[in-house]
């Protein structure tokens, strides 16, 4: 498996299944421009195994990785954003060290299967709740990870004006080598005070 890399003008190229030269249309106007607006910030990641479980084990080979980008100027409705997001070039990215592609991949997922429409809006108990118990994993976390999450999950979760959690998919959605992580849990927190954005995906390998 090698990492495809991305064209300057953020173009992908047909997905595996896809008929040979067949051609993708171009993003509508109002899209690209929405693409371009929504600027990629920088990202973080914490792997569980950086901090200490007793006897080294309980980590389960979690992690989250979190991409924030900058809302565009304006006023754009939730799924204008979620639209954008999917679009933009760091959206294609199997997080598995593979970095990012030019072909539609999402995690596990052929990205071109996901709409905005395939994110559900929940509360902010409902995605904590959830996010608190993948990484548990029966385990106790040890104080530090906990203080980590906390500052960059849990925080941000509370804090966003609104939250979108991936909603389920076919199983035809999984791409040629999917799926690659035992659990993917992926949320998106608009948070419309700080015009900010933030992608967050927790699975283990």
């Known amino acids: 498996m090698g990492c495809r890399t991305v064209t300057a003008s953020g173009g992908a190229a047909p997905a595996s299944g896809a008929p040979a030269g067949a051609a993708r249309e171009p993003a509508p106007a109002a899209l690209t421009g929405m693409r371009q607006a929504l600027a990629y ?8 195994q950086d901090f200490d479980y007793p006897g080294g084990r ?4 979690r992690w989250v ?3 924030r980008f900058r809302l565009p100027d304006g006023s754009p409705a939730d799924r204008e954003l979620l639209d954008a997001l999917i679009a933009h070039p760091e959206f294609r990215d199997t997080y598995d060290g593979a970095g990012i592609w030019s072909e539609p991949r ?3 997922w052929w990205s071109d299967r996901i709409s905005s429409g395939t994110y559900q809006s929940v509360e902010a108990s409902t995605a904590l709740s959830t996010i608190d118990a993948w990484a548990a ?3 106790p976390l040890p104080s530090d990870l906990d203080a980590r999450l906390h500052a960059a999950v849990r925080t941000p979760v509370r804090r966003a004006t609104s939250r979108y959690v991936l909603g389920a998919l076919p199983d ?5 080598y999917g799926p690659i992580h035992t659990a993917f849990h992926e949320l998106v927190l608009v948070d419309r005070r700080t015009r900010s954005l933030a992608l967050v995906v927790a ?3």
């Open 172 to 176: 035809d959605a999984h791409h040629d």
């Open 106 to 108: 999402h995690g596990p």
């Open 203 to 205: 699975a283990d390998d």
């Open 137 to 139: 994993g029966g385990a």
């Open 41 to 48: 910030r920088d990202s973080r990641f914490v792997d569980f």
């Open 58 to 61: 309980g980590h389960g080979r």
């Open 65 to 67: 990785h979190i991409k």
